[in-house]
T-cell receptor
Framework: RKEVEQDPGPFNVPEGATVAFNCTYS??????FFWYRQDCRKEPKLLMS???SGNEDGRFTAQLNRASQYISLLIRDSKLSDSATYLC????????FGTGTRLQVFP | GAGVSQTPSNKVTEKGKYVELRCDPI?????LYWYRQSLGQGPEFLIY????????DSGLPNDRFFAVRPEGSVSTLKIQRTERGDSAVYLC????????????FGPGTRLTVL
């Protein structure tokens, strides 16, 4: 079983839609959690950290459920510029990346 | 300010050759990381430096891979006797202190082994 599992997608959604990505992790001792965004043929960039209390940054909301070892990312009012791969990342003294979920927003 | 830089951006080599990939981290960042990303996969951890020393090299796939950071700044990833399976994008990242801080990635070196 992979340490971090994500649905690879692609998720094809129209502009303005709400889309949710999920991720599960296997190591219960994981310390911190992140979502990174990676554009095609570019490097990953931190989108947001994920906290147990849930956190929001504009149109993006991240949630962590430690009991279920589950992380989510919600994107509201999708924009064309949101098209990218979203990587779920778990810190276990080193960053462990999921395979990423590809999002394509169409007009 | 300048971000993480990596050279070369692309490297094509023949099976069995030796290659060196360079990473120049953000000034002042003591932690430096190397990752490898294959097509359709997320980055895979290779090695983590804290200052000049390798704090965790558990991700290096075998003894053909070696990395150094002699002065605590620039790092070089060295691959001996390259194999076709080594073809991937090699990403370097740096962070202010350690693994709990945000990591900033360089643009990567795309290595192709023919």
């Amino acid at each position: 079983r992979k340490e971090v599992e994500q649905d690879p997608g692609p998720f094809n959604v129209p502009e303005g839609a709400t889309v949710a990505f999920n991720c599960t992790y296997s190591n219960s001792a994981s310390q911190s959690f992140f979502w990174y965004r990676q554009d095609c043929r570019k490097e990953p960039k931190l989108l947001m950290s994920v906290y147990s209390s849930g956190n929001e940054d504009g149109r993006f909301t991240a949630q962590l459920n430690r009991a279920s070892q589950y992380i989510s990312l919600l994107i509201r009012d999708s924009k064309l510029s949101d098209s990218a791969t979203y990587l779920c990342v778990v810190n276990t003294d080193k960053l462990i990346f999921g395979t990423g979920t590809r999002l394509q927003v169409f007009p | 300010g300048a971000g993480v830089s990596q050279t070369p951006s692309n490297k094509v080599t023949e099976k069995g050759k030796y290659v060196e990939l360079r990473c120049d981290p953000i000034s002042g960042h003591t932690a430096l990381y190397w990752y490898r990303q294959s097509l359709g996969q997320g980055p895979e951890f290779l090695i983590y430096f804290q200052g000049t020393g390798a704090a965790d090299d558990s991700g290096l796939p075998n003894d053909r891979f070696f990395a150094v950071r002699p002065e605590g700044s620039v790092s070089t990833l060295k691959i001996q006797r390259t194999e076709r399976g080594d073809s991937a994008v090699y990403l370097c990242a740096s962070s202010l202190i350690g693994t709990g801080n945000e990591q900033f990635f360089g643009p990567g070196t795309r290595l192709t082994v023919l």
